[in-house]
């Protein structure tokens, strides 16, 4: 059974920071490139941060450029998102994302989310 559980959420006042953790179980972690999504009340998700399987390569929104960092733990089937000089606009629920495309298959994987709430 695969599963995708996000933490680390919750309230944080602007410039503050947080750390949100997914941890993946039922696949093979490593094989998978992982991403963190948000969405915003009456807004589409959109892709905050995305990291290769092996770490070799990361990719970022223009939006949180310099001040999110997206990492993973093969070791532990853990991704991150290190949340720094946090916005008002960047309140949204975050999601955990796996992605694997291969020609045997495509296999796309989303967790629960996790709200994040930046105000004063």
């Known amino acids: 059974q695969v599963q995708l559980v996000e933490s680390g959420g919750g309230w944080v006042q602007p410039g503050g920071s947080l750390r949100l953790s997914c941890v993946a179980s039922g696949f093979t972690f490593s094989s998978y490139a992982m991403s963190w999504y948000r969405q915003a009340p009456g807004k589409e998700r959109e892709l905050v941060a995305g990291?290769?399987?092996?770490?070799?390569?990361?990719n970022y929104a223009d939006s949180i450029q310099g001040r999110f960092t997206i990492s993973r733990d093969n070791a532990k089937n853990t991704v991150y998102l290190q949340m720094n000089s946090l916005k008002p606009e960047d309140t949204a629920v975050y999601y955990c994302?796996?992605?694997?495309?291969?020609?045997?298959?495509?296999?796309?994987?989303w967790g629960q989310g996790t709200q994040v709430t930046v105000s004063s």
């Open positions: 994302n796996a992605e694997r495309y291969s020609d045997y298959g495509d296999y796309v994987f």
């Open positions: 990291i290769t399987g092996d770490s070799g390569r990361t």
